[in-house]
């Protein structure tokens, strides 16, 4: 059976340029999805293996309010998290938390290799080097 993995995004272009990596390499059910208030219920609907989200700032900080929702939520909770994002300033300044939390870290722009490298860790259930090396990369 297949992994199921939900990525979430804002830009339609990103959303497919993940499909087509996830499903290039074959193995992942891939559901897209942006920013909705119903966005929790979908997730517990499509109950994914791994959700790789990116991480929206400015006032409303989106993709922060959605990860918080996630660990809050029982349902949800158990779901391995991947953050995608440019801001990589303001994910370091909560990389403590998110590393507490298990959720990966990938900066863009990233290598294809990395992504897959980082997806298949998480759904080993393994911290993975190659998020280690995602975040010494940007430093």
């Known amino acids: 059976m297949p992994k199921r993995i ?70 949800t909770a158990h779901i391995p998290v991947i953050v995608c994002t440019g801001a990589v300033k303001e994910v370091r300044e909560m990389e403590g938390y998110l590393t507490q939390k298990g959720v990966g870290l990938l900066f863009k722009p990233f290598d294809v290799d990395e992504l897959l490298s980082l997806v298949a860790s998480k759904l080993e259930g393994t911290a993975g080097d190659g998020e280690k090396e995602s975040a010494k990369k940007k430093q």
């Not at 992942?28 to 994914?48: G, I, Q, R």
């Not at 990860?67 to 809050?72: A, D, V």
């Open 6 to 75: 939900l990525v979430v995004n804002d830009t339609q272009e990103i959303l497919e340029l993940f499909e087509q990596i996830l499903r290039g390499e074959g193995g992942y059910d891939v559901d897209l999805c942006s920013y909705a208030p119903e966005m929790l219920t979908h997730v517990k609907e499509y109950n994914p293996d791994l959700i790789i989200s990116d991480h929206v700032f400015g006032e409303e900080r989106i993709g922060w309010q959605f990860i918080q929702r996630l660990h809050m939520d029982r349902d």
